[in-house]
Nanobody, 117 residues
Framework: QVQLVESGGGLVQAGGSLRLSCAAS????????MHWYRQAAGKQRELVAL???????HYVDSVKGRFTISRDNAKNMVYLQMNNLKPEDTAVYYC???????????WGQGTQVTVSS
């Protein structure tokens, strides 16, 4: 069974940084587009960033210039470096693997990010 395990969430002040990690197991990692989604309380889950196996990236407009997604195919890891965090970034962040940019097959359990003002 495929497993995605997120880590690195926490409480940070506005303007601070966090780095989320996602470890994937029981998956042919290179075959998958890796996504980071987030869901704030009372809101729908939204795509934050994605990265293809070749390293092509896409970001939602609200995080462009502040967040960076990366992956290490040798380690089956995907990362989300989040800088200049804002209170509106507060959410549960989920790692996802899918066979394309629009397919979301496997989900992690999520990690809470809280940004205080």
């Amino acid at each position: 069974q495929v497993q995605l395990v997120e880590s690195g969430g926490g409480l940070v002040q506005a303007g601070g940084s966090l780095r989320l990690s996602c470890a994937a197991s029981r998956i042919i990692f290179n075959n998958y587009v890796m996504h980071w989604y987030r869901q704030a309380a009372g809101k729908q889950r939204e795509l934050v960033a994605l990265i293809t196996s070749g390293g092509t990236t896409h970001y939602v407009d609200s995080v462009k210039g502040r967040f960076t997604i990366s992956r290490d195919n040798a380690k089956n890891m995907v990362y989300l470096q989040m800088n200049n965090l804002k209170p509106e970034d507060t959410a549960v962040y989920y790692c996802n693997a899918g066979r394309s940019a629009t397919v979301t097959t496997y989900w992690g359990q999520g990690t809470q990010v809280t940004v205080s003002s």
